[in-house]
């Protein structure tokens, strides 16, 4: 004896499908959100829909659909002008979630120091291949734009620096600079942090007005003695 069917609308009727349930086509459309998002990423805050979807070579339908879902989740956010976006909330809580561990006490006591003397944002980094990771950025002096210098090595200081050492060395001043090129008017120092076999394993950076950063004078030396204290707590 078969089984009687359920009634339209009875609570025995068995459920439809979840919307959200994965369909053919959906694995596609979740690796073009992702390829967005990894696009928003490279060129940076303030990209339009329109850049997006000509750098992808994505229709603008498709686009506007995708970064439409990808705000309404968080993932991205419109600019405060409306012209573009940025990386969203969500995308920053996963980055911190991967993001190299707090320093020893003795690393923040030596960074702790020199910002009590120098005005300026002091950042410490370490290199992990061709990667720049912050490790610590001066609270009081925020980076401009942790994405791009992580991905861009020639965007600031602490990446050319790592460039030059690929390069086959440090500039002939023993350390690398950058004016203009993540904030108008301001600029960046990165002085090499070494281990005891002459490997760059990170730098110490100082984010100041253009002007201090092309004349720093009696800076230099602060900012040498600090990393040569901060090399055998990192090595």
Do not use: W
């Not at 309404?72 to 190299?100: C, I, N, S, W």
């Amino acid at each position: 004896m078969t089984e009687p069917r359920a009634a339209a609308g009875s609570s025995e009727a068995k459920p439809r499908e979840p919307a959200t349930e994965l369909r053919a086509r959906q694995p596609k459309a979740i690796h073009s959100a992702l390829t967005v998002l990894e696009e928003v990423a490279r060129l940076g805050a303030g990209v339009t829909a329109q850049e997006i979807s000509q750098s992808l070579g994505l229709p603008r339908a498709t686009t506007y659909r995708l970064i439409n879902l990808l705000v309404q989740d968080e993932y991205l956010v419109r600019m405060p002008d409306l012209t573009g976006f940025a990386l969203g909330r969500k995308v920053v809580e996963l980055a911190h979630l991967v993001a190299p561990p707090p320093p020893p006490l003795a690393v923040r006591e030596v960074i702790a120091e020199l910002r009590s003397r120098i005005r300026g944002g002091i950042h410490l980094v370490r290199y992990e291949g061709d990667r720049v990771l912050i490790v610590d950025a001066d609270p009081d002096f925020p980076l401009s734009d942790e994405s791009r210098i992580s991905r861009d090595l020639t965007a600031s200081a602490m990446g050319r620096l790592l460039l030059a050492e690929r390069a086959g060395g440090a500039s002939s001043s023993g350390y690398a600079s950058q004016t203009g090129e993540l904030t108008p008017g301001y600029g960046c120092l990165a002085l090499p942090i070494r281990g005891s076999d002459g490997r760059l394993v990170g730098a110490l950076c100082l984010s100041a007005p253009a002007q201090r950063i092309a004349t720093p004078g009696d800076l230099l030396p602060q900012l040498d003695e600090g990393a040569l204290a901060l090399a055998p707590l990192l090595a």
